[in-house]
């Protein structure tokens, strides 16, 4: 489980896919949620617009992050 740091109340999936530099845009963003198994707090997502929350578990395919502050 990998922590990542944020300095805001909340970011949006397709910024946090960018944050940790699995894309580069949000244009990819949205064509990688629609085709990749990811998950918040064990539940599947198809929204890039999606806002993550300290404490939230963002599962990547099987690779976890932990929102924290």
């Known amino acids: ?20 530099n699995i894309v580069s845009s949000g244009a990819e963003a949205k064509y990688f949620i629609k085709e990749n198994n990811v998950k918040i707090n064990g539940e599947k997502t198809n929204q890039r617009g999606k806002k993550l ?11 976890i992050y932990i929102i924290t502050d």
Request: hydrophobic content about 30%; glycine content about 10%; charged content about 40%.
């Open 1 to 20: 489980m990998e922590k990542i740091k944020i300095n805001t109340e909340y970011i949006k999936l397709d910024q946090f896919l960018k944050y940790i």
């Open 53 to 63: 929350k300290k404490g939230d578990k963002v599962d990547i395919g099987g690779k």
